[in-house]
């Protein structure tokens, strides 16, 4: 009975693993449209969205099933908790993917601003490597290393902060690129919303290691 | 919290073979403990040494203490009668006497020479009730108790126990020979106890040892692995054995 309950557990994390790997290509794919210009790149992260979303129902069909039928507990229990809970963050992670091609999408034709531009993908590929970074945690179930990352997060919202600050700037120094620079400051703002849910990624691994529900980046409050 | 029952490096041979292999565990009065392991891990062995129930058994050594309320059980003064009295057991099986409900009930107190009417009569009812059997049988008070269903004569056993008004309750897997529904009734019935006796359950239902207890003891081969309580047992237990057994990754 454990080898058939081990092997959907395998199944759901093997899953999960892949979820995790279609949304880091849906976000490298929306930073490498915005930064080479490539709307057809672009439409297709928002194309291929709806797969991510699938995925994510799946993985929640198969947990509330192994919930109902095995009973799991403990470290079982635990893992199938931080799929169905972090696969929703994933979920949303694709989603700012997807505002960030409609804005490629939606800037191409503007006046642009090549050093702003510049920043943003230097932010992108920070919060890139971050998630790749995070669903290598996962994988080895590596805490630390879990939190360590989510630490970097206050790097990204500071360069948030700084592109958003040269942004209205620009914007007052020279009207015409308003439109493109308010996209600059959307595309800012949802890689910055990535590194949050890189956060919360590393908090459900935490709590798949140790049990403790944490929350980091808030004055790493503890409850329980 | 008060400790009811302790037992202190306890240690029973059945012959030579050593089935507890040093416990040494205090139980919380006003709770309800669940003995967990596999069969053979020495639970209920344990669970009869605190009535003495291995007295009975050939060929048995005990060696190490237990005290009930602080008082050696095992002490030559001891009174077995009046230890059963205090500390009373349900058995797997329902295993009601061939007599009427009535009679079941007060067989204790009949037992200690009560032969006040209006004071048995009130002893029926009060565990009856107690037990969570009162409506079914209070109009077949004086037919077998053998003619009422598996859950109902468990009951009836529960009551037969509580008449006689004992501190501790020793219930050795009471549900698993019972449907759903009569378990359900019986788990309620003894998270209504817990305010008035000390509850120790052996249990082969995890489920049943979380819905239920407060601490949970996981025993494995003669050994007390980890007693916590039960939230932290079922959700984070401190040691690798008890985290395999509770999720079925033994044998």
Known sequence: ?224 | MATIIETNDTHLYYGKKEALKGISMAFTANEITALIGPSGCGKSTLLRTLNRMNDLIPNVTITGKITLNGQDIYAPEMDIVELRKEVGMVFQQPNPFPFSVYDNVVYGLRLAGIRDKRQLDEAVETSLKAASVWEETKDVLHQSALALSGGQQQRVCIARVLAVKPDVILLDEPTSALDPISSSKIETMLLTLKKDYSIILVTHNMQQAGRISDRTAFFLDGRLVEYTNTTKFFTNPSKQESEDYISGRFG
């Open chain 1, 1 to 224: 009975m454990r080898e058939i309950f081990g092997s959907e557990l395998q199944k759901l994390h093997t899953r999960f693993s892949e979820m995790g790997m279609m949304v880091n290509e849906a976000i490298y794919n929306a930073v490498k449209a915005f930064v080479d210009h490539d709307r057809e790149l672009a439409q297709n992260v928002i194309n291929n969205d709806n797969q991510i979303n699938a995925r994510e129902v799946d993985l929640e069909q198969r947990s509330f099933e192994m919930i109902a039928l095995q009973q799991p507990v403990t470290s079982d229990l635990r893992m199938i908790v931080t799929i169905m809970k972090a696969s929703s963050d994933l979920e949303r992670m694709g989603d700012h993917a997807v505002s960030i091609a409609r804005s490629t999408i939606r800037v191409k034709g503007n006046p642009r601003v090549p050093e702003i531009e510049a920043d943003i993908a230097k932010m992108a590929r920070f919060v890139e490597k971050m998630v790749a970074a995070i669903l290598d945690a996962y994988v080895k179930t590596d805490a630390k290393k879990a939190k360590k990352i989510a630490g970097q997060d206050k790097k990204v919202n500071q360069a948030f902060q700084d592109i958003y600050t040269d942004c209205i700037k620009q914007m007052q120094q020279s009207p015409e690129t308003v439109v493109g620079s308010s996209d600059y400051m959307m595309v800012a703002s949802y890689l910055e919303r990535i590194g949050d849910y890189v956060t919360n990624l590393s908090e459900w691994i935490i709590y798949l290691k140790t049990n403790k529900i944490v929350e980091l980046n808030n004055n790493d409050n503890e409850r329980m």
